[in-house]
């Protein structure tokens, strides 16, 4: 083993943050690059990637994303420390009603910083988006975050999290790029197909 590789790996047991953030590094812009080819964005033509699109969600994903949650899991470690499934589901609830929502209003606000926009267009971003979000993110992620709390090891939740996101954050991208009229739009045929 090279004398890079042990220092890389005794920084990633030293620092267990430094992993999701190079996780989420990775991540969050392959998350926007999937979705630019779901979108229809191709190498070398009149329609291609909005690279420093991808260049803004991995700065969010490493210096914003990976951060905040690895402090979350940290707190909620210490509030609930065994990993049983009451403490799991404590931890999911508590996650859901304080966490999601600070992570959602935050990815909306803050990525429009990042592309220039001013705070009342950011603002305004948060306003339209967030509760589609929420409710798709509400009927996902308590699953996940139950797995994670009650079956993976501390010192791995936040790089299993940052692997589960992968999807997520490709839906996160196509939120982030719908016009408000075309948020409007799914919110109400959501509403139609509940009824």
């Known amino acids: 083993m090279s004398v890079l590789s042990k220092s ?12 999701g953030m190079v996780s989420y590094g990775c991540i969050w812009p392959i998350s926007s690059f999937i979705q630019q080819t779901v979108e229809g964005k191709r190498f070398n033509s009149e329609n291609s990637y ?3 699109r991808c260049i803004r969600f991995g700065i969010y994903g490493s210096c914003y ?25 404590a931890k999911t609830f508590f996650e859901t009603i304080s ?24 603002a305004a971003e948060v306003s339209t988006k967030f509760w589609p979000t929420y409710k798709v993110g509400a009927s996902i992620w308590p699953a996940v975050a139950l797995v994670n709390y009650t ?31 075309e948020v409007s739009k799914l919110t109400r045929s959501s509403q139609l197909i509940k009824k």
């Open 8 to 19: 890389v790996k005794v920084a990633f047991n030293k620092y267990p943050i430094l992993r």
């Open 50 to 52: 909005d690279w420093w």
């Open 65 to 89: 994303v990976a951060p905040t949650l690895y402090s979350w899991l940290t707190l909620a470690s210490l509030a609930w420390p065994a990993t049983t499934l009451r403490a799991g589901l």
């Open 99 to 122: 966490y999601t929502p600070f992570a959602m209003c935050s990815f909306y606000f803050f990525m429009s910083l990042l592309e220039c926009k001013t705070f009342k267009e950011a």
């Open 151 to 181: 079956l993976i090891p501390p010192k791995n939740r936040v790089p299993f999290i940052s692997i589960c996101s992968l999807i997520w954050t490709c839906f996160l991208a196509y939120m982030k790029h719908l016009e408000k009229e």
